[in-house]
Nanobody, 123 residues
Framework: VQLVESGGGFVQAGGSLRLSCAAS????????TGWFRQAPGKEREAVGC????????YYGDSVKGRFTISIDNAKNTVYLQMNSLKPEDSATYYC?????????????????WGGGSQVDVSS
């Protein structure tokens, strides 16, 4: 199983980025999938997760209304659209899968992880 994130970079506050995560060896439409982030000196936290069975999404309070998760099953790729970015959104962003549908969006519940994509938001 391999997950590869792309799309990170530098952006000014208020700008937008779209992260992509392509999977091989596993199908996103079979398991819950999530995006998580980790800033230096902080614990990895959930950005949001999406269910494979009904597409229901969960978002962390800090990104709700600004970030959107979507999946293209034909491409086996999951996306994270990030709008109205803030400096506090700066972090390494990870996609993860093989979570349990219907369970909480928690780091500990996901088995496979990508290597991360860096996002830096300047004020």
């Amino acid at each position: 199983v391999q997950l590869v994130e792309s799309g990170g970079g530098f952006v000014q506050a208020g700008g937008s980025l779209r992260l992509s995560c392509a999977a091989s060896g596993i199908a996103f439409n079979s398991y819950a999938t999530g995006w998580f982030r980790q800033a230096p000196g902080k614990e990895r936290e959930a950005v949001g997760c999406i269910s494979s069975t009904d597409g229901i999404t969960y978002y962390g309070d800090s990104v709700k209304g600004r970030f959107t998760i979507s999946i293209d099953n034909a491409k086996n790729t999951v996306y994270l659209q990030m709008n109205s970015l803030k400096p506090e959104d700066s972090a390494t962003y990870y996609c993860a899968t093989k979570g349990v549908d219907g369970s909480a969006c928690l780091v500990a519940l996901y088995d496979y992880w990508g290597g991360g994509s860096q996002v830096d938001v300047s004020s």
